[in-house]
């Protein structure tokens, strides 16, 4: 039985697809010979659809380009040179450097929750993945399943059968789910006056898929669309191969398969015995000594720590002097004095005039993309969070800041919506979380590595976010916003509240002007409104 559904395309389409993907048969393929601006294109879109990339490309694409100008570019042409010249600099000289200059577009698909997460590892590297808030699990895939990774470890145990049986359960529920809550808003919230019905119906499902998404188990599959230079998926690629999760490496395999397609020489070393053996094998034993020397010193700190009262939003790590430290940065990028000597001027400025400074310096930000300079590097924030396994994978993709998470569980409870609760389908909800629990922890005895694949998203997890403050504007300004996720909009919130009353940085959680307090009822409302006049514009 094949892990993964194949798509069919008819003779036609494959004579049109062959010239711009690797493959047409596998999850993870590369796309070739096509403009920038068009592989940027079909990402962006590729994140709000339910279709593969093949079918987007061409059920949407394939009518605004000129395929015959495009079929007489041949991109193996001057590749043995280029090959004969990278193979000199790169691997004989070992000048990484030159592999940042090569890059691929690279279709991660049918990629469970579990394993986007370790694709969306690396910070130098651009992701686009398929929002479980715009669209519906409700569907099966082209082969009749429902969208959920099937281990082949797990079918071949004795809890194969259990597992395709309650994974169906839980979309069953989803699917039931989805359509009762969407009724239930309809009632809550009537269209108001001026409102489309488009726009409305658009608001209401985004609201319900919000409320919904936490039944969906982090077995569910997804999309990542991934664009990166050699040397960022070399790492990737090490890192895959050291984990212990047998997805991660098959995944990787294939992705190497369809990268050497394209960029052969960059990724020569990732599976010599000498070069990337070592290197993967330094990522295994740095991960398992660090284990043993904890179950010698604190065995009981390595088991589940069965709780529901963590808080949600903590700041851990602050510095007190982090403004005044802001402060002298600016001073010394403005001025001929040195670090020591900007600081100590600094502490001796009146309070009116460190406000003067800050303002000048932030200026009159228009809108959220007006950042503060580097100067609000200078100072950073570690918070602590527990937080329900959706909101963490929303968060987790702000990679510039450190993010760093323990291993999924069900020890520390899950969150119920408020809506669910409100629309009475809280017992339902209820039932989905005790088969989750229930699954996760009877894989767990044998099968740990693929356990998580159980969890439903609704279940928290602890995580770290360390940032600069230059960071945190970014991040807070962006997550707070209305048309947000109310599970990462209320942490985005508190993050602020606790830099403003916890570090006592009220001069740096001023310049975060952008940061949304306000309640929203209906998510997507305003964005669909915004969106449909644009449309209006363009028409």
């Known amino acids: 039985m094949s892990t993964y559904s194949v798509e ?8 049109v697809l062959k010239p711009y993907f690797t493959n047409l048969d596998q999850p993870v ?3 070739v010979n096509l403009p920038e601006v068009v592989k940027g294109a079909l990402f962006a879109r590729y994140s709000r659809s339910p279709k593969s990339l093949r079918r987007l490309f061409l059920d949407e694409f394939v009518g605004d380009l000129d395929l015959s100008g495009d079929l007489s570019f041949d991109a193996t042409i001057g590749l043995r040179r280029a090959e004969e010249l990278y193979e000199k600099v790169f691997f004989e000289y070992g000048d990484d450097s030159v592999a940042q200059l090569g890059g691929v577009h690279l279709a991660c698909e049918q990629a469970s929750n579990v394993l986007t997460k370790v694709l969306e590892w690396g910070r130098l590297m651009s992701y686009l993945e398929q929002s479980t808030r715009y669209l519906s699990y409700d569907a099966r895939m082209p082969n009749g399943h429902y969208r959920y990774y099937r281990s082949p470890e797990i079918l071949d145990s004795n809890l194969g059968a259990r597992y395709i049986g309650d994974m169906d359960r839980i979309f069953d529920s989803y699917a039931a789910m989805l359509p009762k809550v969407q009724q239930w808003l309809t009632q809550r919230y009537p269209q108001e006056p001026g409102d489309s019905d488009f726009v409305y119906r658009q608001a209401i499902r985004a609201k319900a898929l919000d409320a919904v998404r936490g039944l969906l188990p982090a077995s569910s599959l997804s999309n990542v669309g991934i664009y990166g230079s050699g040397q960022a998926y070399e790492m ?30 960059f990724l020569r070393r990732v599976d010599i015995a000498d070069r990337g053996g070592v290197w993967t094998k330094y990522f295994q034993d740095t991960r398992s000594d660090t284990q043993r020397v904890l179950e010698r010193i604190w065995p009981d700190a390595l088991a589940p720590q069965v709780t529901s009262n963590d808080d949600e939003v903590r700041l ?7 403004e005044d430290k802001v402060l002298a ?6 001025t001929r004095l040195s670090e020591a000597e900007a600081m100590e001027r600094v502490k001796r400025l009146s309070h009116e005039d460190k406000v003067a400074m800050f303002h000048a310096y932030v200026g009159e930000r228009e809108n959220r993309r007006h950042r503060p300079g580097r100067a609000f590097e200078r100072t950073d924030y570690r918070f602590e969070l527990t937080t329900d396994y959706g909101a963490f994978r929303d968060l987790q993709r702000h990679r510039m800041l450190t993010v760093d998470w323990q291993p999924l569980d069900v020890s520390l409870g899950y969150d119920m919506p408020a809506v669910i609760e409100e629309a009475e389908l809280d017992v339902e909800y209820e039932e989905t979380m005790e088969r989750s629990r ?7 005895r044998t099968m740990p590595e693929q356990a998580g ?23 807070l300004e962006l997550r707070s916003g209305p048309q947000g996720h109310p599970s990462y909009r209320r942490v985005a919130q508190a993050m602020h509240r606790e830099i403003e009353n916890t570090a006592k940085h009220r001069a740096i959680a001023a310049a975060m002007s952008f940061v949304d307090h306000g309640e929203s009822d209906l998510e997507r409302l305003e964005s669909e409104r915004r969106a449909e006049q644009r449309r209006l514009r363009v028409l």
């Not at 851990?316 to 982090?322: I, L, S």
């Not at 940065?329 to 403005?334: H, L, R, S, Y």
């Open 8 to 15: 069919m395309f008819t003779e036609d389409e494959q004579a």
């Open 29 to 31: 393929f590369a796309l």
């Open 236 to 265: 990737l690629l090490l890192r895959m191969r050291a984990l212990a999760l047998p997805e991660s490496q098959r995944y990787a395999d294939m992705m190497l398969e369809e990268l050497r397609k394209v960029i052969p020489s």
């Open 316 to 322: 851990v790590a602050f510095d007190p002097e982090g």
């Open 329 to 334: 940065a600016i001073v010394f990028a403005a």
């Open 438 to 444: 229930s699954l996760y922890i009877d894989l767990a």
């Open 453 to 475: 694949y159980a969890v439903s998203l609704a279940y928290r997890i602890r995580y770290v976010m360390q940032m600069n403050a230059r960071e945190a504007i970014h991040l």
